[in-house]
């Protein structure tokens, strides 16, 4: 997996904006997938720069190569510039927006987390909340952190509280899973991950895909893709070399199968990376989930093409229920259950999204491919507006999407579609 080979193509996913449902008047995406090949900027120790796209649409592909500390010190080196900007430029937007959220009714922030900032204030808030899942972070991470932080001048503990971000906050995103009689080649796995999280903040200026080379001396896994931005290493999107892929939703509408959430535990953007990193098979990813000290609402997907299934995850600190075609909840007219599939939009139980979903996966059973997903599914459904991917699990295809970036023209919401094998 030394070599990625990428092109991108345009998709218009327009924003849910509404709690209303998507627009019926949605229009397919008919934006072609090119395939240029990404483009060497520069290499340093471990590490090579490529860009992918071109103008306002180029973002940046990196791989680095060694030990955690040194892969966390080569992406500070070679992309010094952008992460400082994108970590100052994460702060202030949560210095700007955390107070107005108090008391506003938009769910972006965790109402437990606005509590603490309205009585410690905002960095201590953070540091309450690193001190909460500091135990529970795999060493690794805290190694990489530490390298990016000496390489970039950034302060480790201001990288530390950014990365917080994935507890503090909710996103209300789309996902499926599509093997067996869903997908027209027999064993094969397509997977969806559609970001609905954030248009507003600096996300969309620094968008990013690391490839990590974990030498293989150490028990530093092995190597996978991570799509999310520059000096950002939690998971939230992205796939390894096991074949395997990353879903998530964040759940506002939680019912009564919902167990407790807890603050006291892994990060759950630390414990996707975890599965990307180290996890060889679904098998692992289920135990990996069961056995973790969990944290808050989410749903979460995992697919892998080697075993050719997916399973979808109910989570939270209490609950982890393991959902297939066969045993997918809730259950309702507005979400049936579909031969080869697991999907949810928007929640654990939005119907309008669900609904317009279930017949579009309907429509293309039998023919779920990643070309019927980017030009008439995501589009239709219109989730996935800070960006989105597709993973083809047997070629190793992930196609990527990012919101436009300021000053850049085209939609605002996720409007690029990269796709790239890791060959
Ligand atoms: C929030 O609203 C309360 C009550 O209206 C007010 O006292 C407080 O100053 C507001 N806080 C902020 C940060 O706007
Ligand atoms: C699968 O979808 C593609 C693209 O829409 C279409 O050209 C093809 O005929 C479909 N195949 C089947 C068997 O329906």
Known sequence: MNRVVLGFLLIVAV?????AGPDP??????????????????QTKNAKLYTVGKGDDAFNVVHVWGSPYEMGFAQGTILKEEATKFVNDVWKYLEDTVVEAINSTVPFFAGWFLKDVADFGLDLALDLEILATEKYTGKYFLD????????SGLSEQKLKRIHMLGEITKGTCSMFGAWGKAVPVPGTVLQLRALDWNVDGPFKNHPQVTVYHPDSSGDNGHDFANLGWTGWIGSITGMSSKQMAISEIGIVDADDTWGQESRFGVPFTYLLRDILQFDYTVDDSINRIANAHRTCHLLMGVGDGK??????????AGVSNFYDDKNMLPQGDWHPRIDGAVYWSMGWQHKSFD?????QLQKYHGNITAANTIRDLVSIIQSGDSHCAVYDLNQNYMYVANARKDGASGPLQATIEHSFALT
């Open 355 to 359: 609904t317009v979903f279930a017949r």
């Open 307 to 316: 075993l050719g299934t997916f399973r979808g995850v109910q989570y939270s």
């Open 144 to 151: 990489e952190l530490r390298g990016l932080a000496d390489a």
């Open 25 to 42: 008047h949605a229009k397919p995406n008919l934006n072609p997938i090119q395939t240029d090949k990404p483009l060497l900027v520069r």
């Open 15 to 19: 924003v849910a904006s509404s709690n």
